[in-house]
């Protein structure tokens, strides 16, 4: 049985902070194949296009045929527990910073033997369910959960390591103004955020739900504007250390054209509050974060990007937002990489139209905030890197995989 | 029409006759060395030539193993050691690298592509030597062991071990067993790094390192060297040099795919053709130098050698004695556990014992009248399992 | 005037005998700008980006650049800024003749009465009133409303209700009489407009824009310290930035005291 959490006691403020270590990132070209599906939560394993054989470790040839083809598909994630083993002595400080650990070999019913970490609530000679998570380097690893879920088995050191749980964590809603925000406030309240920092830009200009959202016991309204170096450089000053998750939810969404539709102040507009704003984000929080990305269990895990999935290709109906949104993805994936020595996740959370005032005049499907929100709490609480929320995004997505020419025209219809 | 059969026709092998393996030689280990593989090796090479009275440019063949000599290869190493061999081999599988490295060089000898084959495996060990082979192992464990843990062989063979245990009733009393009497034949051997005694008490209450791996169960990690040089048997004559013949030898790689875990090696699906061409049994060896990272592999070897059936390692570890005065005489210089595992030197440590032993030179315990010996190599632990095996069956000069 | 005088003049500023009040907001990114519905054209806001201060990017120096509205802070309004003055002669900050940016300020308090009432409106009748006691409102001379607005917190200051802001401002007809009947240069207001926060229900709508940039007078709003202004007698520097044809522009903007 999982050890619930405690909530952790206040930090000693002279102890030093530990500084967070690396596992073991390096990987085969081929074996990033499991990173695309950990991204996501998937279970992937490569399936021998000829053969069906079922390969693991990655491979380049099929083991059973020599075939090259050799794709990642979906496959049965249950199996047994073999073997299982305590490390205790390791030669990398990430894991000499964190034994014992439990690894062990499941043979999964697809046929391979997987070498795996364990969840506490695992045992040898019983059922298990494989999940792909990436760990504080991005990188894909195995972990094998009991076959049913347990109590508080979110609270296992082992899982915890591999995802960013908001519960007990200090979270920054960065605009708390709009329904998203607030939404996102309530969803993360309710997932047991110790605080829920939330930006407001301009206090002296009134906005709905004012009230509401001041009322959730665990909110502390602070004042932030993205579009603001020095009030994002106050905030990170003040608060930078006791923040461990951020949940971009500023927006600035206009309809409108790159050619007519949408004039250069707004279009400066919406690229200084996502793009340049989530650049003064980075700057001011993304060092401190990266610092504290091993500081106990309430560890500096994620900043998470609410991306509209037009960033992926334009939507030229709302093609100065989509265009600014592939430059906040684009910015994402650099973040990514220099916040990963930190073991900070960055979240891209891509949805089509939402539920809110811009999006007014489209039909549905619309993302719900209150939807969006649970989206971003369970990526959270899974460690996921990327996700697509609602049908819409679910669908251009697909349409991308299948062929991206074929939606670029589709969508500029 | 005729059906195609399969190409694989019925092997008879041939032996090693005229072929001998002499002048056994170790470089003394050290834990840790801020020397180069290259100087190990190039030490190891220096005693060689000069215990087998020949000249540098007498050896015309040269076999390297090596784990830490990168980025250079045996062939980087002629000009470095100044040779000029018509006859060179990479022979890069760890543990089992002297077996393979003796039964090519046998080969190559007995086909006249050469007269005096050197084989040397040497590793140093720096600080940080150990952490770095383990990371850069091989892909499938870059990919997919090292992540996990990083608790590198002991995590590996933990599960291994964990396995024949739950499958077999072996204890860890049965592998400690192993370790004791290995110490007790390290004490008397020269180079062996571990010189205290070990009681079984000792190896049961050591700390845990990946259980049920204990301290006792793993190798030092350590730098040395290790050479033998095969040649003609009146070759070796006319150097009066004393030459062990070889009866039989086998290897074999990545067996029993089939099995979900490593319950058993190479070596038993072998195990006939080595008796066989040896046209000796089990029983009638005098002691066996098994390749023993970890216990538990040991134990794999006796069963998968025939000295007992599968399953029964446990119980013929409880039935036998296995120091140098004991009925089973089995890593006779203390093994990798006692001497340390000088890298791929630690593949040759029971051959060149065995050698020792045959020719009645052993450094430390001379088993009684040491006629026949087998010498087993095993090695590369990819992903779950070791890939490589390899068994000799030596038998003293004539 | 002659040189003498003028120079005099001076020494009376340096000696204190003519004092300077500062009637400027000070530039921040927190400080509220005019609140349009979003889809409206924005104006932007205070923004100051560190271009180096002493280090890698600038080492032996410290400086910025700063972004904003024509709009934004203490700032000036041309005649062009509104639609009634699109069309008249020297409409633009930059074209504006450069002797009406010094000029003589009247200053009507209203502090109590907005106090009171934020949607307090200035009529006509209150400005005779005030005529009544400090005299003629001069031709060709600011016409300045003390509200005492600016010594407000910011979310008083804007005082944005769901119905919009509530802040006072001047009546339409008295915008017009200031206008045709008293000649004024422009009129100048502590609140973020010239014209009271309802005043888009005013008829017209915005007058204090409508009447006095048609007419080619100017405005100035977001000032502070009014209150330490005499009813008349002060002078005003207020000197826009030369935009070309710039509507408006932040400024400093100064008043020439006498000491007495």
């Not at chain 3, 200035?122 to 005529?131: K, R």
């Amino acid at each position: 049985m999982t050890t619930p959490l405690a909530r952790p006691k206040r930090k000693n403020p002279l102890a030093r902070t530990r500084l967070p270590s690396a596992p073991p990132s390096p990987r085969s070209r081929t074996a990033q194949g499991l990173t695309a599906a950990a991204a996501e939560g998937r279970f992937t394993l490569q399936v021998c296009a000829e053969c069906q054989t079922v390969v693991y470790p990655p491979r380049d040839a099929c083991p059973s045929c020599l075939s090259p083809r050799l794709p990642f598909k979906d496959v049965d994630p249950c199996g047994m527990l073999v073997s299982e083993t305590t490390v205790r002595v390791t030669s990398e400080t990430y894991f000499r910073e964190r034994v014992p650990w439990r690894v062990g070999m499941v043979k999964l019913d697809v046929g391979p033997m997987v070498v795996t970490h364990l969840h506490g609530d695992t045992c040898e000679g019983a059922r298990v369910r494989l999940v792909l998570k990436l760990d504080r380097r991005g990188a894909p690893v195995m972990l094998a959960l009991p076959e049913q879920d347990t109590p508080d088995m979110a609270d296992d050191p082992e899982l915890r390591e591999l995802t960013c749980d908001p519960k007990f964590r200090r979270v920054l809603i960065t605009d708390g103004r709009n329904a998203v925000g607030q939404a996102m406030a309530r969803a993360c309240a309710e997932a047991g955020a110790t605080i829920v920092f939330v930006g407001i830009a301009d206090q002296w200009r009134p906005f709905p739900g004012d009230a509401a959202i001041k009322a959730i016991a665990q909110v502390e309204i602070v004042p932030l504007d993205l579009t603001d170096t020095d009030s994002v450089n106050e905030l990170a000053a003040q608060n930078g250390a006791r923040i461990d998750i951020i949940i971009n939810t500023a927006e600035h969404v206009r309809a409108g054209g790159v050619t007519e539709g949408t004039s250069l102040t707004s279009a400066r507009e919406t690229m200084e509050l996502r793009y340049l704003g989530l650049m003064r984000l980075a700057q001011a929080f993304g060092p401190i974060m990266r610092m504290r990305g091993a500081d106990g269990v309430i560890a500096a895990a994620a900043i998470v990007n609410l991306l509209s999935v037009y960033a992926l290709t334009n939507w030229p109906v709302y093609g100065v937002v989509s265009a600014v949104e592939a430059a906040c993805l684009s910015a994402s994936q650099s973040l990514r990489a220099e916040l990963r020595p930190g073991g900070i996740k960055v979240v891209n959370v891509f949805s089509g139209p939402l539920e809110t005032e811009w999006y007014q005049t489209l039909p549905p499907p619309k993302v719900a905030p209150a939807a969006l929100a649970k989206a971003v709490i369970e990526a959270l609480r899974h460690g996921l890197e990327e996700v697509y929320v609602g049908d819409v995004a679910q669908d251009i997505r697909a349409r991308l995989e299948v062929n991206p020419k074929a939606l670029e025209r589709e969508l500029g219809e | 029409m005729m059906e195609k059969s399969s190409p694989r026709a019925a092997s008879t092998r041939q032996g090693y006759d005229g072929v001998v393996v002499c002048v056994p030689v170790s470089i003394p280990y050290r834990r840790y060395s801020t020397n180069s593989a290259h100087w190990w090796i190039g030490r190891a090479l220096r005693e060689l030539i000069a215990g087998a009275g020949l000249r540098l440019k007498d050896i015309d063949g040269l076999s390297v193993s090596s784990f830490t000599v990168g980025p250079d290869t045996a062939i980087g190493l002629t000009q470095h050691f100044g040779v000029s061999p018509r006859w060179l081999d990479h022979v890069p599988f760890g543990g089992a690298s002297g077996v393979m490295a003796l039964r090519r060089a046998a080969r190559a000898v007995q086909a006249g592509d050469a007269d005096f084959v050197a084989c040397v495996a040497g590793d140093t060990n720096h600080v940080d030597t150990f952490r770095k082979t383990l990371s850069n192992f091989s892909r499938f464990a870059q990919d997919a062991v090292y992540p996990y843990g990083a608790g590198g062989a002991n995590a590996s063979f933990a599960l291994i071990a964990k396995n024949y245990m739950n499958s077999y009733g072996a204890r860890r009393e049965d592998f400690g067993k192993l370790c004791v009497a290995q110490r007790a034949n390290a004490l008397v051997y020269p180079h062996a790094l571990m010189k205290k005694p070990l009681t079984l008490d000792e190896y049961m209450t050591a700390r845990p390192i990946a259980d049920p791996i204990h301290l006792y169960d793993c190798v030092m990690p350590c730098a040395g060297a290790e050479a033998f040089l095969v040649c003609r048997e009146d070759a070796a004559r006319s150097l009066n040099l004393a030459g062990v013949r070889v009866l039989a030898t086998i290897e074999r790689h990545n067996a029993f795919q089939g099995d979900d875990m490593q319950i058993r090696g190479g070596w038993a699906r072998d195990v006939d053709d080595l008796w066989a061409m040896a046209s000796v049994a089990p029983a009638d060896v005098d002691f066996v130098e098994t390749y023993d990272d970890y216990p538990v592999i040991s134990m794999m070897q006796f069963e998968d050698l025939g000295f007992c059936r599968k399953g029964e390692g446990p119980d013929f570890v409880r039935a036998h004695r296995f120091t140098n005065d004991g009925d089973f005489p089995h890593n006779t210089s203390g093994g990798q556990l006692s001497v340390g595992q000088a890298g791929a030197a630690g593949g040759y440590l029971g051959l060149v014992e065995a050698l020792r032993q045959l020719t009645g030179k052993a450094l430390g315990t001379q088993v009684a009248d040491a006629r026949l010996g087998l010498v087993s190599g095993f090695g590369m632990i990819n992903y779950d399992r070791g890939l490589a095996s390899a068994a000799a069956v030596l038998a003293r000069p004539q | 005037m002659n040189t003498a005088a003028l120079l005099s003049f001076a020494k009376a500023i340096s000696s204190g005998a003519v004092r300077v009040v500062d009637l400027t907001q000070t530039l921040t990114p927190e400080f509220p700008i005019i609140a349009l519905p979003p889809e409206l054209g924005q104006c932007a806001p205070f923004r100051l980006e560190e271009i180096s201060r002493y280090n890698e990017r600038g080492p032996a120096w410290y400086w910025n650049n700063f972004s904003m509205g024509e709009h934004t802070g203490t700032h000036f309004d041309a005649p062009i800024h509104w639609v009634s003055g699109k069309d008249l002669p020297n409409n633009a900050v930059d074209t504006i003749v450069a002797k009406n940016f010094i000029a003589p300020a009247c200053v009507v308090d209203c502090s109590k009465e907005s106090t009171a009432d934020a949607d307090f409106v200035l009529t006509v009748p209150f400005l005779e009133a005030w005529e009544g006691k400090h005299g003629r409102i001069d031709a060709g001379s600011w016409l300045f409303l003390r509200t005492d607005w600016s010594k407000r917190d910011a979310r008083g200051y804007a005082n944005l209700k769901e119905d919009g802001a509530h802040t006072p401002g001047p009546a339409p007809e008295a915008v017009k009489w200031l206008v045709e009947e008293r000649d004024v240069l422009g009129f100048g207001t502590e609140t973020i407009g010239t014209d009271a926060g309802q005043a888009h229900h005013f008829v017209p709508p915005f007058p204090a824009h409508f009447y006095m940039h048609g007419k080619g007078r100017y405005g100035l709003q977001c000032m502070a310290n009014l209150d330490l202004l005499p009813p008349k007698g002060a002078v005003i520097v207020a000197a826009p930035l030369k935009i070309r044809q710039g509507s408006g522009s932040p400024l400093r903007v100064l008043a020439l005291i006498a000491a007495e």
